[in-house]
Structure formats: C-alpha cells, structure tokens
C-alpha cells in the first residue's frame, strides 16, 4: 500500500523491512493497521543479499536434539538452551509457512523433495534455500504479501531518529509509545505513534571497514533502544565472513559459505590447503575458526587474499547452485568453473543486540525487537550458519502472537510534542560527517577486529570517547541528516561493542583476545545496563 496517508496514529510500528520485519507485520495486519519504516528501499537490507539459506529440521534422517545440539556447540558455552530449543522446535513451521507464501525453494533433480544443503557447523544437511539467493526470494515473497495487505503500510526512506517514551498511568514505569522519524524526502522529522513498537533494524556491522552487509547496517535499533533505557548483550561477539570477494570494484559480495559446504576448498596463493591445520572440520569448521585461520595465513604471508577453489565441481552444478556468485564473479573476470575465488574476511553478523526474551519483549514496555538487531541467546559466542533467518521468523511470530494478545489492553498514546529545530541550523560541513564516519570504521577495525589486544582496545576506548564528544556538538547544532543519523548510532554501538570486549577476559568464540587466549571455565554473558535502565525485571539470564 502505499505511503499517503497522513495520519501517522497506528496500531503498531515496525522499524525496518527486512525478513523479520515483514514476517511480524504480515502477521499482525490481518487485524490491526501495522506501518512498516524502511530507511531506504524496500530490498536494501540484508536480507535481500542472503544467500546461503535457512536452517530446519525437515528430513527424516536429522531431529531436533540434532540441530540443538549443534547449535551449542557452535556458541561455545554461551547459547541459551531454552532459546535454541524454542527456535529450532518451530524451524519446520516457519519453513511450511514461507512455502504457503509461495516462496520458490529449490528441489532436487527429477523429485518434488526440496534441496538441503550442508554448512559449516551442521552434523547434517538441514539448509533449505533458492538456489544461491535464498534471502532474495524470501524478501521478494514477503513484500509482495505486504504490498497487497490493505493493512500494512509501508513508508521508504524513513529513518528512525529515537524512541518515544510516556508514563503509565498509575505507575512509575514508562512505555514506548512511537520514534521520531526522519523522512529523507520531505527533510523533516514527523511522529509515529503506536500502542506497540517493534525493531527489526538488522545488525551494526557497519561499525567496521570491511563488511558483507549493506550501507543500512548501521545498528540503529541497538542504539535507540540503549538510549531508551535497554540493555544490550554480548555486543563483543561480531562475526566476520570468512569469505567476501576480494575485488577493488566489489562492495562487499559474500561469498556464500554453501561453497565450502558443497566441497571448495581454501588455498593459499601457491595453491596449498591450509584448513587442516586449524580444525578436524577443515573448511567445515566454525566461521570464527575458519576466518582467524585465514587472517592468520593473510598476516603470515604479507598476502592481500586466500583463494577459494571449487572448478572441480562440473559446470552444470555450479550454474544451477551458485548462479548468483558464478554471474558476480564473472563480471570481475573470475571464472569459478576454472579458477579459484580470491576472498578476506569481512564483518558479516552481530551476535549480540537488545536484550529480549523468547516474545522478542524488551526491558521497556510495548517495545519489541527482533532478528539481527536483538539479543536471544540463541547464537551464543558465535553464530551457526543459515540461523538467522530463522530466528528472524520463529521470533517475529513469537512477538506478533504476543503483541495480539496484549494489544486490547494497551491505551492509546498520548499526542507526543513535536520535533524541536528551533534552536539547529542548516550544516556547511558535512566533510565532517564523512572524515568521523570513515575514522570510526577504520580504528574500529584495526583495533577492534577478529583478533584483539588490551592495547588496542584502550586505544579505541580513547578514540570513542573523543569521537562521541565531536559528533554531539555536531548533533547538538545542526539539522538531522541520514548520514548523520546513522553516524550517532554507529558511535554508540562502536562504544558498546569495545566495552563489552573490555569486560571479556578470556578467548571464547567470536572474541579472540592475545592477552587472555585461554577460555574461562565458567560461561557468562556480557550484559550491560545503561544509566536509565527503563525495567528492574532481568529477561536475559546466564546459560
């Protein structure tokens, strides 16, 4: 539907378009008026750029201990058991729901059986996908749903300045009531409001130099909830991709981890394996092993790139399997059916995020958050493959099943006061914006990066703070901007990613320190609890 309406009263809104965002909007507009922000388009998040699939207990050979059990492993000590337990018992009927939205998944040859694939991490062959672009047929499935929901509303270049809070009647407590938004075309900032809030921002790997995602992934929700009075956990653990394109004029293609799963190998620029030396799983051990280990060669040998082979494979099965990554490379003069792939790790997912409990509910009330941008337990220190869009759906369903049978009881928000400018001015110098964005992504990756040092992170600690204080001033005096806007929240999650790796002493998972390279006997999360926290009830409990 699209965005003229001028009332910006609704029942509930929902920040960000992207599988999860759309799956609990899709939900919930079957009853209630839902609007839907996207910062740009609508297909700019990652989950458009998806490639690998989605992870479900769907053959008869594998079980849900199976897929649990792997999933703990992955996590190094930190998942959540009854987080992992809730999102895989309800992968198969998220998977059945996607197929009865008619999402086109890919089957074997001559059979009505769909196609599962193996990944790393996985004791068995449990990825469901669309070929190579599994989030692009998902996402494209998901909106045209949405476009014809009388409904649902959906409003491009909407971002999401901050959350608005109210009192309760009758209580100390406050409760979210709606976001200031900024509007890109029209240059201001307007007032949702909405009985319920849910964020599905996606993740903040944006905070670093080189990354698989998007521009958005500027980890919006996670800082406007922080600001809120949320707190946040595991923010330390960043996954990097241990295999993005290593191409000048490629910004930033993943290359699917499905190729290691379908028996490419890593090489070095002699052409030797080196895999085996890291783990018994070789190409299929964890991301996180798998990118220390080519970071570890890449620094060893001076060498920009590792290559990733897999012209053994017939060039049938590579056009019908990995059509996206075969054409991509192609552009760049690589062909995959007789060459390898030259690829770096790149920052690709954040394990951490607002914390929630198995509804998506968060320390504020009638606030939600969901997918990337929220904290489950269900990854732990560290992600397995093709989980997350799972959890995407599983826990979207959660919150819109929550969020409908609490919704009757919830008042209407009070008229919140309008956007202040009075005291701003229009900016001549956005050089400013771009020189802060560009440090904060460069020191963040140097010093906060896949291995870390005492050193380094007091030098980013430094940094952060200095930075911060610059983009307030800035803040403080001049319009709101995209680029602006999204620059204060990388600020803020940068700030929080080095505190929470500050506060790890130890080696586990994603977090790989030099100065504490052992694993600490007991497992515990790294949770923290901003100035305003907005609950005293803890949701997120140690594993």
Not at 494 to 500: C, N, Q, V
């Amino acid at each position: 539907m699209a965005n003229d309406l001028t009332n910006k009263n609704f029942d509930v809104l929902v920040v960000g378009s992207g599988a999860a965002g759309l799956t609990l909007a899709l939900h919930l507009a079957q009853k209630y008026q839902v609007a839907v922000l996207s910062k740009g388009k609508l297909n700019e998040g990652s989950t458009w750029y998806a490639q690998g699939g989605i992870a479900a207990v769907l053959d008869n050979e594998d079980s849900i201990d199976s897929h649990v059990q792997d999933t703990l492993a992955a996590g190094a000590g930190l998942c959540h058991k009854d987080a992992v337990e809730f999102t895989v018992r309800h992968s198969k009927e998220a998977i059945d729901w996607l197929i009865k939205l008619g999402v086109n998944f890919t089957k074997t040859n001559d059979s009505e059986d769909y196609h599962l694939t193996r990944e790393g991490g996985h004791s068995h062959r449990r990825i469901i996908h669309s070929a190579d672009a599994t989030g692009k047929a998902v996402h494209t499935t998901l909106l045209e749903q949405a476009r014809q929901s009388k409904n649902l509303h959906l409003f491009e270049n909407h971002i999401s300045v901050d959350l608005i809070k109210q009192s309760q009647a009758n209580s100390a407590r406050v409760r979210c009531t709606g976001a200031y938004v900024y509007n890109r075309l029209s240059d201001c900032v307007e007032v949702f409001s909405a009985k319920a809030v849910v964020l599905a921002t996606g993740g903040a790997s944006k905070v670093y130099l080189y990354t698989t995602n998007p521009d958005g992934a500027s980890g919006d929700g996670i800082a406007m909830a922080w600001r809120a009075g949320c707190r946040v956990g595991n923010m330390e653990f960043n996954q990097f991709h241990p295999t993005c394109l290593y191409h000048p004029k490629a910004k930033s293609f993943l290359v699917t981890e499905a190729l290691r799963g379908e028996g490419a190998k890593l090489r070095l620029p002699d052409g030797q394996t080196f895999m085996h030396k890291f783990h018994h799983l070789e190409e299929l051990a964890p991301r996180d092993v798998v990118a220390r280990a080519i970071d570890h060669e890449m620094k060893r040998l001076g060498s920009d790139c590792v290559y990733l082979d897999i012209s053994h494979k017939s060039e049938e099965f590579l056009a019908s399997h990995f059509p996206t990554v075969k054409q991509r490379c192609l552009e760049f003069g690589i062909d995959i059916t007789k060459e390898a792939i030259p690829v770096v790790p790149a920052a690709h997912y954040t394990c951490g995020g607002i914390a929630v409990g198995l509804n998506g509910e968060t320390d504020l009330k009638n606030l939600y958050a969901i997918g990337e941008t929220s904290f489950t337990g269900l990854h732990g220190a560290n992600r397995m493959a093709s989980n997350s869009l799972l959890e995407c759906l599983v826990y979207a369903q959660s919150a819109a099943q929550a969020i409908d049978e609490s919704i009757a009881h919830i008042p209407a928000p009070k008229p919140a006061p309008a956007w202040d400018e009075s005291r701003v001015t229009n900016s001549d110098e956005d050089v400013v914006i771009s020189h802060n964005w560009e440090e904060l992504r460069r020191f963040m990756w140097d010093y906060v990066g896949i291995v870390r040092t005492r050193k380094r992170l007091e030098r980013a600690t430094h940094r952060i703070k200095l930075l911060q204080k610059e983009i307030h001033e800035y803040y403080s005096n001049y319009k709101i901007s995209n680029d602006l806007v999204e620059l204060r929240n990388l600020a803020m999650v940068a700030e929080l990613i080095i505190r929470s790796a500050m506060a790890r002493k130890e080696s586990r998972g994603l977090h790989y320190s030099i100065d504490y390279p052992d694993t600490a006997d007991i497992a515990q999360d790294t949770v923290l609890v901003p100035m305003n926290h907005a609950a005293q009830n803890i949701i997120v409990d140690s594993p």
